[in-house]
């Protein structure tokens, strides 16, 4: 991979936890559960246009998908813990999503291929 | 029990977001894929995070639902195609990695300014 489509897709991955932590919880806050459904397409459908949609991450040749979703997972436990958020207990749901993505994946490649 | 719940709640959403979006994308390009953030990620985060499927103490760190959805997508090419397309995903995975790092980082680093009310 080119050092500058490198540079693009670290610059992906910080753009999706950065936008989430920021302005979900406001949306929430203003709109009630109606801005969880604002945010779901004023930030992750826009992020996903400019990650997905264009290609700024860009995915290994002949690499199983890589999707901005680990973004959001990765950045949202650093900023939690950054702001005092226990790291210890996030591990059973990190455990959680290991089980949880290991099983959905076998399910979507027995129909899917 | 909370365990259960958590695993269910990373699954679905990652079986829906891996098999369903691609196809709204196929339809209608760019456009569907913006609206299927919005019919996908929606309930799944009504479900998840906001009535609590998945389940976080106050004090916990924050595991989000991508986490899963991210994972979902590794393991169904995995599965599906084989062991050589999670090797040929790392580079990818590693550079999205630090990328999110970064981001999580600064975020928490302007909310504690934000909340301040300085510069």
Redesign the interface.
Same mark, same amino acid.
């Given at each position: 991979?080119e050092l500058t489509l490198?540079l693009a897709?670290?610059?992906?991955?910080?753009?999706?936890?950065?936008l989430?932590?920021?302005l979900w919880g406001k949306l929430?806050d203003n709109f009630g559960?109606f801005g969880?459904?604002m945010?779901?397409?004023f930030i992750?459908?826009?992020t996903?246009?400019i990650n997905? %949609?264009?290609g700024m991450?860009?995915?290994?040749?002949?690499? #199983?998908? =890589?999707?901005? +979703?680990?973004?959001? $997972?990765?950045? @949202?436990?650093?900023?939690?813990?950054?702001?005092? %958020?226990?790291?210890a207990?996030?591990v059973?749901?990190?455990? #959680?999503? =290991?089980?949880? +993505?290991?099983?959905? $994946?076998?399910? @979507?490649?027995f129909f899917?291929? | 029990m909370k365990f259960l719940r958590a695993v269910l709640g990373y699954a679905i959403a990652g079986m829906i977001v891996m098999s369903v979006w691609g196809e709204f994308v196929g339809v209608w390009g760019i456009i569907g894929g913006w609206l299927a953030a919005f019919a996908i990620i929606g309930p799944m985060w009504f479900m998840n995070h906001f009535l609590g499927l998945i389940h976080h103490d106050a004090d916990s760190g924050f595991v989000d639902m991508g986490l899963g959805i991210g994972l979902t997508g590794l393991f169904r090419d995995t599965f599906g195609v084989g062991f050589d397309a999670f090797t040929a995903a790392m580079p990818t995975l590693a550079l999205v990695a630090v990328g999110a790092i970064l981001g999580g980082f600064v975020a928490a680093k302007v909310e504690e300014s934000m909340e301040k009310g300085g510069n």
């Open positions: 991979m490198m897709t670290v610059a992906g991955g910080f753009l999706f936890p950065f989430i932590r920021l929430v559960t969880g459904w945010a779901a397409l992750v459908g826009t996903w246009a997905h %949609g264009t991450i860009t995915q290994g040749d002949g690499g #199983a998908w =890589i999707d901005m +979703g680990f973004a959001a $997972g990765i950045g @949202l436990l650093t900023a939690s813990v950054v702001r005092g %958020g226990s790291f207990k996030a059973p749901n990190v455990i #959680a999503a =290991i089980v949880g +993505g290991a099983l959905g $994946g076998l399910i @979507l490649s899917l291929f | -």
